[in-house]
Nanobody
Framework: QVQLVESGGGLVQAGGSLRLSCAAS????????MGWFRQAPGKEREFVGA????????YYRESVKGRFTISRDNAKNTVYLQMNSLKPEDTAVYYC??????????????????WGQGTQVTVSS
């Protein structure tokens, strides 16, 4: 098991930026691919992006490509989500999640073993 704690959420105007962090503790962080998901009120949780264990590959949902960037620092046991050009439709609770075991399937929450508690991101128009 790995414990995950997100931070960095808040209120920002449309067009602004935020950087979310997800600090991991517990078992070896570098063993895990890491994902970011979000859930807006009344909607299902959706995939935002993911990064492989060594940072070699990243994956994003179409609507955030070119605006969001995932990175990780395995020495600090931390994964980041840099969000630029934010839009009101990006408003949601953002969760980080850790995945090991089956390769691939980065966009499917089912394959993630560990989840953080979430951090609220609100983008005002």
């Amino acid at each position: 098991q790995v414990q995950l704690v997100e931070s960095g959420g808040g209120l920002v105007q449309a067009g602004g930026s935020l950087r979310l962090s997800c600090a991991a503790s517990g078992r070896t962080f570098r063993n895990y691919a890491m994902g970011w998901f979000r859930q807006a009120p009344g909607k299902e949780r959706e995939f935002v992006g993911a990064i492989t264990w060594n940072g070699g590959d990243t994956y994003y949902r179409e609507s955030v490509k070119g605006r969001f960037t995932i990175s990780r620092d395995n020495a600090k046991n931390t994964v980041y989500l840099q969000m630029n050009s934010l839009k009101p439709e990006d408003t949601a609770v953002y969760y980080c999640a850790a995945k090991d075991g089956v390769p691939g399937y980065y966009s499917l929450s089912y394959y993630y073993n560990n989840w953080g508690q979430g951090t609220q991101v609100t983008v005002s128009s």
